[in-house]
């Protein structure tokens, strides 16, 4: 009976050690498969007309506390997931360039990629029709700025087509 718990402490541990690798959730899942296999084999025990030695009950009572120790770290990793966290989707958004759709005095909607996210302007206030570009993503809500550099790029063009059209004139002020 001691080899079959040995063998049951080494199981458990292996199971144990990927539920934690792969995450919270397979850590809960983890702990619980580890606790019913020892229940079962120690209701397996009970029932059976050998005499169960000191160690065996020990390992049983460790592979207990494995399991519910794993349980316990799985459902802490699940509470306490930060919503700082954001998904790789939100993520994707950061430096994103768009338009406000509103104007922003601080919050409003903007247009990223084509879709619709309500937004706070970063800074003052931000005309509708204004590039903007994310800063922050926070689940459904971005904090954005004026894109500077595009309107940096907008005022180049327009001094290029404003210099065009004086030397169309002949008025050329080099």
Known sequence: ???????????????????????????????????????VAVAFLAGSSRSVTTLTLLIYGLIFVISVGTIALGVR?????????????YLSLLGRTGVAS??????????????????DALEGTIKEGTNIFVVEADQIHLKVAIDTFSLASQNG???????????????DHN
């Open 157 to 171: 063009n327009e001094i290029d087509k404003s210099q065009s059209k004086e030397s169309e004139n002949g008025t």
């Open 77 to 89: 990793g699940v509470m306490s997931k930060s919503k700082a966290l954001t998904p790789q989707r």
């Open 1 to 39: 009976m001691v080899i079959v718990s040995l063998v049951l402490l080494v199981l458990t541990l292996f199971v144990v050690a990927a539920g934690v690798h792969l995450g919270p959730h397979s850590s809960i899942g983890a702990g619980a498969s580890s606790f019913v296999i020892a229940g």
């Open 102 to 119: 509103t104007d922003l005095a601080p919050s409003g909607t903007v247009t990223v990629d084509g879709e619709s996210w309500s937004a």
